[in-house]
């Protein structure tokens, strides 16, 4: 019985590992936000790597990874970008379909809820 238990607890930790981990389908896509007037572009992918670009005026493209805890309230996002810079935020998909954030001070106290400054996205 002992090694039965075990082996599910087991399975259970590897299979919530691997739904944990996943980004969530309604995060994976394409977002644009206005943001001081310049219109930015976030594309997360399904295999949790993320592009950012203002497209008004175009500017380079910033590439980097990200990973969701999902298990958060609200949920929490990070952001590693390839200059070695991470962003921290927390994030919802509103019941209009936006999707809000609202960056966090690296290494700060993540808030249980969005303040007037969140930015929100509209998926194109």
């Known amino acids: 019985m002992t090694r ?5 607890c087991f399975l259970l930790i ?6 944990a ?8 896509g394409s977002w644009e936000a206005k943001i001081s007037g310049q219109r930015l ?3 997360f992918g399904p295999d949790g790597k993320v592009d950012f670009q203002f497209t008004n ?11 969701v805890e999902s298990n958060e309230r609200p949920p929490r996002l990070k952001v590693y970008l390839k200059r070695g810079t991470i ?3 927390i994030w ?3 019941p209009e379909g936006q999707l809000r954030l609202e960056e966090v001070d690296p290494g700060g106290h993540f808030p249980k809820g ?3 400054n969140a930015t929100l996205a509209v998926r194109k």
Do not use: D
């Open 4 to 8: 039965r238990w075990t082996e599910a």
């Open 114 to 116: 969005f303040g007037p």
């Open 57 to 67: 005026p175009p500017l380079p493209k910033s590439s980097g990874t990200y990973t």
């Open 41 to 43: 572009l976030y594309t």
């Open 14 to 19: 590897v299979v919530a590992s691997y739904f």
């Open 87 to 89: 962003l921290e935020c």
């Open 92 to 94: 919802e998909i509103t």
């Open 21 to 28: 981990l996943r980004p969530p389908e309604s995060l994976v």
